[in-house]
């Protein structure tokens, strides 16, 4: 991933950092840094020399553990999600449209948080195990998926009184949406569709397709409580209730 | 003796396939001269190619040298993938009732056996081979586990993309080399 980025970086900050030299020459460099503002250019550019002498990093190398406890600054992560939305939103004709969208890019995320989230668990395990009952892959979601991606685990799980194949996940303070208010107009919209995304994938993953959606269920105490809606599919339900016997 | 693994997407695309030749020696062999010589001609397989013999001249028609870069004899090659294709109706019926990811020995076909590893996220590794050995293949499925995990985490890899990555197939071979 270090590699990708690297290269996928590259060009972009190579013309930016070209220029600017170029630009040293009629304005100081001061005037030049402020321009372009890249703080981080010249870290980039060591990067990338210490890169060209010695081997290149590969993926391949990169221990799996090493940021098993790190943690994403929230307000690093607040102003990328920011920027998803805004982008979404600018290619998008409606609100089921954007919930989508997000719900697609969630489940990318999903996908690899699943496969990741199994190997630091279970990756040194003398017999390493899948879930195949759908109640404990959805309290795994509920506590382990949760810490993993949000470093706490959701606040609750219901059991649809109406429809038997439909579960949900209750958080009362979604970290994602924290610092997003949602404009009157769009009060409909649930920005954590992408969380429904990452269920939705860790759910297919494990052989439970669903089809997973995002409500703003505000209550006194918590304005910003958001279910997160699974509806299995019946095939789903059939397998079930054979393992049931 | 040979091993050959591939790794299928959710959706059964292989993403990757290898063979692997081991040098060591081994336990039950049904012909001794499979451990020694690369042809397949006339390895045992031979049996099952006369029983296929109808896939196989069609096959051969079509694509006289197909694969022969990679494997010993181009003219086998399909007969495998078809075992290991033929092996994921069992992998799916038993992946459904077991909760292991390493199933072992799920399936038989002549003298291949097909072990298969199934990850969380529903990847299968199938793999061929002609002689017990649980452990090493349990480790070899370990460190193509850790190895596909590494690759999913890239960007720009999707279900569906093959692995082309040459370190990824050193790191297999290498492992391989080790265990199998």
């Given at each position: 991933?270090?590699?990708?980025?690297?290269?996928?970086?590259h060009?972009r900050f190579?013309?930016l950092?070209?220029?600017?030299?170029g630009?040293?020459?009629?304005?100081?460099?001061?005037?030049?840094?402020?321009?372009?503002?890249?703080?981080s250019?010249?870290?980039?550019?060591?990067?990338?020399?210490g890169?060209?002498?010695?081997?290149?990093p590969?993926?391949?190398d990169?221990?799996?553990?090493?940021?098993?406890?790190?943690?994403?600054?929230?307000?690093?992560?607040a102003f990328?999600?920011?920027?998803?939305?805004?982008?979404?939103q600018?290619?998008?004709s409606?609100?089921?449209?954007?919930e989508?969208?997000?719900?697609?890019l969630?489940?990318?995320?999903?996908?690899?948080?699943?496969e990741?989230?199994?190997?630091?668990?279970?990756g040194?395990?003398?017999?390493?195990?899948?879930?195949?009952?759908?109640l404990?892959?959805?309290?795994?979601?509920?506590?382990?998926?949760?810490?993993?991606?949000?470093?706490?685990?959701?606040?609750?799980?219901?059991?649809?009184?109406e429809?038997?194949?439909?579960?949900?996940?209750?958080?009362?303070?979604?970290?994602?949406?924290?610092?997003?208010?949602?404009?009157?107009?769009?009060?409909?919209?649930?920005?954590s569709?992408?969380?429904?995304?990452?269920?939705?994938?860790?759910l297919?993953?494990?052989?439970?397709?669903?089809?997973?959606?995002?409500?703003?269920?505000?209550?006194d105490?918590?304005?910003?409580r958001?279910?997160?809606?699974?509806?299995?599919?019946?095939?789903?339900?059939?397998?079930?209730?054979?393992?049931?016997? | 003796?040979?091993?050959?693994?591939?790794?299928?997407?959710?959706?059964?695309?292989?993403?990757?396939?290898?063979?692997?030749?081991?040098?060591?020696?081994?336990?039950?062999?049904?012909?001794?001269?499979?451990?020694?010589?690369?042809s397949?001609s006339?390895?045992?397989?031979?049996?099952?190619?006369?029983?296929?013999?109808?896939?196989?001249?069609?096959?051969?028609?079509?694509?006289?040298?197909?694969?022969?870069a990679?494997?010993?004899?181009?003219?086998?090659?399909?007969?495998?993938?078809?075992?290991?294709?033929?092996?994921?109706?069992?992998?799916?019926?038993?992946m459904?009732?077991?909760?292991?990811?390493?199933?072992k020995?799920?399936?038989?076909?002549?003298?291949?056996?097909?072990?298969?590893?199934?990850?969380?996220?529903?990847?299968?590794?199938?793999l061929?081979?002609?002689?017990?050995?649980?452990?090493?293949?349990?480790?070899?499925?370990?460190?193509?586990?850790?190895?596909?995990?590494?690759?999913?985490?890239?960007?720009?890899?999707?279900a569906?993309?093959?692995?082309?990555?040459?370190?990824?197939?050193?790191?297999?071979?290498?492992?391989?080399?080790?265990?199998?």
């Open positions: 991933m270090a590699y990708a980025q690297a290269q996928s970086q060009p190579s013309v950092s070209t220029a600017s030299l630009s040293i020459e009629h304005l100081s460099p001061a005037a030049s840094a402020t321009r372009f503002s890249l703080p250019a010249p870290s980039i550019n060591t990067a990338l020399a890169g060209k002498t010695g081997t290149r590969n993926i391949y990169r221990n799996l553990n090493k940021t098993r406890t790190t943690e994403v600054s929230a307000s690093a992560f990328l999600f920011s920027e998803v939305v805004q982008y979404t600018k290619r998008v409606g609100i089921a449209d954007l989508r969208r997000l719900n697609t969630g489940y990318r995320v999903g996908t690899r948080v699943l990741l989230m199994v190997w630091r668990a279970e040194t395990s003398k017999a390493p195990k899948r879930e195949i009952r759908f404990p892959a959805l309290m795994s979601i509920h506590t382990q998926v949760w810490k993993s991606v949000f470093g706490k685990p959701a606040d609750a799980i219901e059991k649809s009184v429809n038997s194949d439909e579960y949900m996940i209750i958080d009362n303070d979604p970290p994602i949406t924290r610092h997003i208010s949602v404009p009157r107009d769009m009060s409909q919209l649930s920005c569709s992408f969380s429904a995304g990452i269920v939705e994938a860790v297919d993953g494990l052989g439970f397709p669903a089809r997973v959606t995002a409500h703003n269920t505000p209550n105490q918590y304005p910003n958001t279910t997160i809606l699974i509806k299995l599919e019946q095939s789903v339900m059939d397998r079930e209730e054979a393992l049931k016997t | 003796m040979s091993h050959h693994l591939f790794l299928l997407s959710p959706s059964d695309t292989p993403l990757y396939e290898l063979t692997h030749f081991s040098s060591r020696p081994v336990q039950n062999v049904s012909s001794p001269l499979a451990s020694n010589l690369p397949w006339t390895s045992a397989f031979a049996g099952t190619l006369t029983a296929l013999s109808g896939a196989s001249s069609a096959n051969q028609q079509y694509n006289p040298q197909g694969g022969s990679r494997i010993g004899g181009g003219k086998d090659r399909h007969v495998i993938q078809m075992v290991a294709n033929a092996s994921l109706d069992v992998i799916e019926d038993v459904r009732k077991e909760n292991l990811m390493y199933l020995s799920v399936d038989k076909f002549n003298e291949w056996t097909v072990s298969a590893f199934v990850t969380p996220g529903n990847m299968k590794f199938v061929l081979h002609e002689a017990r050995n649980d452990e090493g293949i349990k480790s070899f499925f370990m460190d193509v586990w850790e190895l596909y995990v590494k690759t999913m985490l890239n960007p720009f890899h999707t569906h993309t093959p692995i082309r990555s040459a370190i990824f197939d050193a790191r297999v071979r290498a492992s391989a080399k080790k265990y199998l």
